[in-house]
């Protein structure tokens, strides 16, 4: 059984930053696609990045680009999202997700993880 587990949410001042992690257990994750998505209250789950496995290639939503990063590390089937110079409106439950192959990651994440809260205060 595939799990993902996000770690290091919490509050921050506007402007701060925070790193957010995912590690999966259950199977072996050659080739999958991982990403961030996240849910603030009252709106839909939306996109935030993703990356691949063998070229590590980042892509982002045009509202986190040049302030949130992406990258993984196989070896330890982990995940992290840095985000700095965070604002209110990045205050949402981000979740970790995966998919075996990178096609439609951004809209069709096969597994996900159980949500990490992040309240970013102005």
């Known amino acids: 059984q595939v799990q993902l587990v996000e770690s290091g949410g919490g509050l921050v001042q506007a402007g701060g930053s925070l790193r957010l992690s995912c590690t999966a257990s259950?199977?072996?994750?050659?080739?999958?696609?991982m990403g961030w998505f996240r849910q603030a209250p009252g709106k839909e789950r939306e996109f935030v990045a993703t990356?691949?496995?063998?070229?590590?290639?980042?892509y982002y939503a045009d509202s986190v680009k040049g302030r949130f990063t992406i990258s993984r590390d196989n070896a330890k089937n982990t995940v992290y999202l840095q985000m700095n110079s965070l604002k209110p409106e990045d205050t949402a439950v981000y979740y970790c997700?995966?998919?075996?192959?990178?096609?439609?990651?951004?809209?069709?994440?096969?597994?996900w993880g159980q949500g990490t809260q992040v309240t970013v205060s102005s």
């Open positions: 997700a995966a998919r075996p192959n990178f096609l439609n990651m951004e809209t069709m994440p096969t597994y």
């Open positions: 990356i691949t496995w063998s070229t590590i290639t980042p």
């Open positions: 259950g199977r072996t994750f050659s080739n999958f696609a």
